[in-house]
């Protein structure tokens, strides 16, 4: 018999958002949406597809380790040395490789409570421990989390926009957090959502600083459409960048990420119809919200934050949902136990959705209204 260590034994491991063909199996629906993941409703851009199709008949190569094209088209893209780029199989493998890199067993990460499930995984699963600030009011409140460092922290983690709230902190909140933190404290800003904040012009672009102890990441999951074939980046000062590639697996990403990431960044086309999308349908998305009564979080990425009064009626309006063929995002594993997040989709998914949470909370309200009552009285 093996013996599994304890904090493997305990992992509460990543829950990820259902799939299409796992609800496809489980009931016979009409039609079905998934707003669970913060997906691009387009796909991939016809520019990545093209460029995956051509790629096929190269898979029996290994890739390049040091993703020479990609990271060189990055580093043009973001004006900064290729040396300061590092790539990986999305923002996930990238926590995984900051935590190995930088930290050592039981060191300490500081983040929030209510943030990217991803974080907490890659640091329990390294055998490191968190330390979480609580949320204010839904976001970050980085004065809490500076009163976290102690001498044990190695590490801060801060996605901005949080997910799974979509609120930022602004430019100057960021450079006071920053001036603060100890220079031998590493602070990961995960930019995973930034083409759909950067219209605020509160929004700190992470790209601008040139601290020596920021690493910023961003991803193609999201704004181009490729989370299904898993790549990302890291952007950072050389000295930690060289670091992290003696960490990496060498292979990744994969030939068809890679080459898929290239052709996404020459598809502006593609970009800006996707951020335009987003606002369009998150505007619509927000006032059906407000009109109906649910309770939101003001959001500035591609989803919203909707809270019901307690975790029992998430569950069930989750799962009402779920019979209506419209997949959300229940978010008590991120530590948001009565929270529905759900993210935009095309105009008509977006309708679709609009229609069936309209339906469900109704509906759900009125049988808690029935329960409530005769207690009440
Ligand atoms: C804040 C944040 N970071 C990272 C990720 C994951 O990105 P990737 O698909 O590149 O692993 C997500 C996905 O939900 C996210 O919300």
Redesign the pocket.
Known sequence: MIEIPRYIATLQPYVAGKPIDELAREKKLPRIVKLA??ENPYGPSPRAVEAMRHAITELHRYVDPGSFTLVHKIADTFGVKPSQVITG?????L?SYTVKTFTEHNDQVVTSEGT?I?IYVNVNKHHRSLNLAPLKNYAYDLDAMLSRVNPGTKLIYL?NP??PTGTIFSAEQFERFMAKVPKNILVIL?E??FSYAKSNPAYPNGLTYNYENLIV?R????DYGL?GI???FAIGPEYLIREMYKVKLPFEPNFMAQKAAIASLDDAEFLQKTIETNARNLKRMVKAFTEIGIPQVRSDANFILLLLPHEQLALDFNSACLDRGLIVRHVRSFGIPNGIRVNTGTDDETTFAIDVIGEVYHSLMKTAAGVASPMER
């Open positions: 993941s913060n199989s999305g923002v996930d493998a926590l990217f991803g996605a949080n997910n995960d995973a959502y990441m991803t193609f999951s999201k989370a898993r790549v990302g």
